[in-house]
């Protein structure tokens, strides 16, 4: 049986972005105002949001799972920085739950699949749907789907 696509955004959804900002020097904090995500270095001080490695780890058990993520077009050093945050967190080796399974874009709808974990609607998320007849966009955060408990549960009985 092919088990269905699900893709996972990392920035708000299993990364804490907002977790970095106090580790920062102050004078660099004022040097990025308003492009902090142009911050060099900026991902690598980041924590996962809670629950959120053991959700994408039991996940990838039932999925066939990817994480779908954009970096900042100023911040070419992100693309790395995002993938090296999947390897100390997820494992880098063969057979750990997301090797060799992160996709970087700023068109997200353009990828074909069941379901899209994200925050955000921007980068196509929000257009994930109208893409992919019977797919869903599941905004984390939201009412209904305001934690990774509730996801999980919801994705269980879907998988």
């Known amino acids: 049986m092919t088990k269905k696509i699900l893709y996972i955004d990392m920035d708000g959804v299993i990364v804490d972005f907002e977790s970095a900002f106090p580790r920062l020097d102050p004078a660099v904090r004022e040097e990025y105002r308003g492009n902090e995500d142009k911050i060099p270095g900026l991902f690598a001080l980041m924590d996962p949001i809670p629950g959120a490695i053991e959700a994408v780890t039991e996940l990838t058990g039932l999925f066939d799972t990817y994480v779908l993520s954009t970096v900042p077009w100023g911040n070419t050093s992100g693309a790395s920085q995002k993938?090296?945050?999947?390897?100390r967190h997820f494992g880098h080796e063969?057979?750990?739950?997301?090797?060799?399974?992160?996709?970087?874009?700023?068109?997200k709808h353009l990828n074909r699949g069941d379901?899209?974990?994200?925050?955000?609607?921007r980068?196509?998320?929000?257009?994930?749907?109208d893409?992919?007849?019977?797919?869903?966009?599941?905004?984390?955060?939201?009412?209904?789907?305001?934690?990774?408990?509730?996801?999980?549960?919801?994705?269980?009985?879907?998988?």
Do not use: C, M
């Open 131 to 159: 893409h992919n007849p019977g797919g869903e966009w599941i905004e984390f955060g939201s009412t209904r789907f305001r934690d990774w408990p509730t996801i999980v549960d919801y994705l269980k009985e879907r998988a």
């Open 94 to 107: 063969k057979g750990t739950p997301l090797w060799k399974r992160v996709i970087l874009s700023h068109h």
């Open 115 to 121: 379901f899209l974990v994200d925050d955000r609607p």
């Open 123 to 129: 980068n196509g998320a929000a257009e994930f749907p």
């Open 83 to 87: 993938i090296e945050w999947i390897q």
